[in-house]
């Protein structure tokens, strides 16, 4: 079965730093690979996903993230925090193939911004 | 113009009573989904619908029931609460995922349940 580990419980940054949190999957076959974003109160929005193809990935909200195979990684990252993005972001697996579409969700990491 | 809604927003009951939860998604999907936020922030499926025909369900106590009168609606319909089905549900949707549509997943704004 699948598996998918947000090492960082919290991460804590000033505005206007960069970021980058950790995703790292386990599973055999390169499956496809989300991020969500949910913000206090509210569901969860897609920031970007990965299929196929080029490995580093745009998303909205100026959101990128990078697909390593080697590393079974798929970290988010962002070049200058804003105070709006504080919120819980989620990693997320589907395996794809095998007919199987059950998606695996990560812990979350919340980020804190500080001014 | 809400893509995906819930309602209550807000649900406390007590233990052992019976409640639902409705959703309705005005984007088209075929597929909807039910998962289980718990305090923990952890989100689990519960249950997947495509075209009102179950398609997974996940180990979950048989007094979770989900309704899919048609393919916009996907209720969930809870008996004899406990205190731990406590937790935030969200319905979801998404494009027919078993004909490569596993694309987005629009989530609704979720419905925090507590069982007193």
């Known amino acids: 079965a699948q598996s998918v580990t947000q090492p960082d419980i919290h991460i804590t940054v000033s505005e206007g730093a960069s970021l980058e949190l950790r995703c790292n999957y386990s599973?055999?076959?390169?499956?496809?690979l989300f991020w969500y974003v949910q913000s206090p109160g509210q569901g969860l929005q897609l920031l970007l996903k990965?299929?196929?193809?080029?490995?580093l990935v745009q998303g909205i909200k100026g959101f990128e993230a990078e697909f390593k195979r080697s590393q079974s990684s798929f970290n988010l990252r962002k070049p200058s925090v804003h105070w709006s993005d504080a919120a819980e972001y989620f990693c997320a697996v589907v395996p794809g193939t095998g007919g199987s579409y059950i998606p695996t969700f990560g812990r979350g990491t919340s980020l804190i911004v500080h001014p | 113009d809400t893509a995906v809604s819930q309602t209550p927003k807000y649900l406390v009951t007590q233990m052992g009573n019976d409640k639902s939860i409705k959703c309705e998604q005005n984007l088209g999907h075929d597929t909807m989904y039910w998962y289980k936020q718990d305090s923990k922030k952890f989100l689990k499926i519960m249950f997947s619908y495509n075209n009102k025909e179950l398609i997974i369900n996940e180990t979950v106590p048989n007094r979770f029931s989900p309704k899919s009168p048609d393919k916009a609606h996907l209720n969930l319909h809870i008996n004899s609460l406990e205190l731990g089905d406590s937790a935030v549900y969200f319905c979801?949707?998404?494009?027919?995922?078993?004909?490569?549509?596993?694309?987005?997943?629009?989530f609704g704004p979720g419905t925090r349940l507590t069982v007193l």
């Open positions: 990965y299929f196929s193809g080029d490995t």
């Open positions: 599973y055999g076959a390169t499956p496809y």
């Open positions: 979801a949707s998404s494009q027919d995922l078993r004909r490569g549509g596993l694309l987005e997943q629009f």
